[in-house]
């Protein structure tokens, strides 16, 4: 077995916010496995269905992301610890003031199509992303550029905090002073756009044309996949090992699972609870246990009425075993939450959820004070395919035995359909969502999933939680000179956060990932997916 471990120090220089929302499941009968041979040889991955088209400022969640991360690299890369790196597009990322930014770019990037990457790239890109005529799902990530209230408002097509200088560099003016704003730039929604996009974005979504390692070798087929090869022109430094690659669309993790027994497809990462036990001793070296950054949460839709009441959500909380679901689920490979900051991250303290504690008593008295109604019994949402179904039925066990609360599972939808619900305030009852950083921060655990900026259709606050002084306060840490006075604020708002219960943190994650013999090389990076340009075929 193999082990990576995430160290837990939080480095300045990354501290920055987004999240990936979590599939943690996947679709297809389709299968494939690599071949070698002297020009690098292929190899197959596993996804899940992408909820949007493989657009970077539309892909937000886990499945498009590893799609993403193959085909496009962005202004800055991060270390294993966590650090900015200058190992993407951008040359420097400077300010006297943190409010006022120039970003200059290296020369002899190029898009996939040959054309180049400039600064053009990626003021249009920016500007695109942000303007809510778009709905782009990352749109709410560039809500600290300046003119953003112009864009909402309509009386603007463009940012006013940006501007091209010249081909290597653009400026970006901020509302407020942000000091670790390099660290942002680093996410996803912040990629290149090439001009192809805009003369057709729809088709571009099926057909990508990135800067990355890989190119797109064929248009991605919905329930099918994509495939990629290697881009020859790439100015980068993790170039690809492999000649190509392919992602197979799976709609249950279990079946992806059965094919890498089977060799039919190379890489999948992460595997159904139920075979953990068994795959370290089936694959052997070839089996990888990581600490990741996620956090599985189970949510409630503050829009009902029925979950409107804190006390009922902090009920609720109380009333569930996190460690019992873990033991009998997860073979121990989950540990109980007590946080909405992971411990990967600085500002993480032990216990500071009070209603993540286990207490029937407490939680029967909370749900008598709110007046929750007994009789009628609590849905349970999750996305199907993604080896949920039986931790959620847990749950549900020890609702109906410790509150005397019956339940019914909704588990039909895949990913692609369970997001769009969760926008379309559909999750009548408690949901299950896991996110991961995209930065190693402990703002990057509050202001994607609690803030009035992040709501739908832009943001992922699924619940539609919003309190003015939970952003008030991530907002001051923000603003912060230093690291230690930026957790603090974090930290009271987390304490809020906590009090209002608008998600209930269930597990900190490790993943269980196996790959066949034909590949070597397999490392989960810090955004808990495999490093594509690293794997090597044997």
Sequence with gaps: MKFNKRPAALVATALASAMLLSACGGDSDDSGSGSGGSDGGTFTAYIGEPKSPLIPGNTTESEGAKVIAALWTGLVGYSEEGEVEYTGVAESIESEDNQNWTITLKDGWTFHDGTPVDAESFVDAWNYTANPENAQDGGSYLGRIAGLAELEAGTATEL????????????????????????????????PLPDVFFEDPEAFGTN?????????????????????????????EDKAQASGMEFIVYADQATAYTDAQDGNVDIVDVIPPEVIESAESEFGDNFINTEVSQITYMGFPTYDARFADPRVRQGISMA?????????????????????????????????CEFCTYDVDAANDLLDAAGFDRSQPVQLWFNAGGGHDAWMEAVGNQLRTNLGVEFSLEGSLDFAQYLPLGESKGFTGPFRMGWSFDYPAAESYLTPLFTEQSLPPTGSNYSFYTNPEVSALITQGDQAQDEAEAIEFYQQAEDLIAADMPYAPMFFTQIQTVHTDNVDNVRIDLFQRPVWSEVTVN
Excluded: H, K
């Excluded at 087929?221 to 994509?226: A, D, L």
């Excluded at 495939?227 to 022109?233: A, G, K």
């Design 160 to 191: 006013s905090g940006l501007a091209v200088e010249d081909d290597l560099t653009f400026t970006v003016e901020l509302t407020s002073p942000f000091a670790l704003f390099p660290a942002v730039v680093g996410y996803d929604a912040f990629n």
């Design 208 to 236: 990508p044309i990135g800067n990355g390692p890989f190119m797109a070798d064929s248009e991605f087929v919905p329930g099918q996949g994509i495939t990629l090869t290697r881009y020859e022109d790439y100015a980068g």
């Design 320 to 352: 569930i075993d996190r460690e019992a679901i873990s033991e009998a689920i997860f073979s121990g490979t989950r540990t109980a939450a007590d946080s909405f900051i992971a411990p990967v991250v600085d500002g993480y303290r032990e216990g500071s």
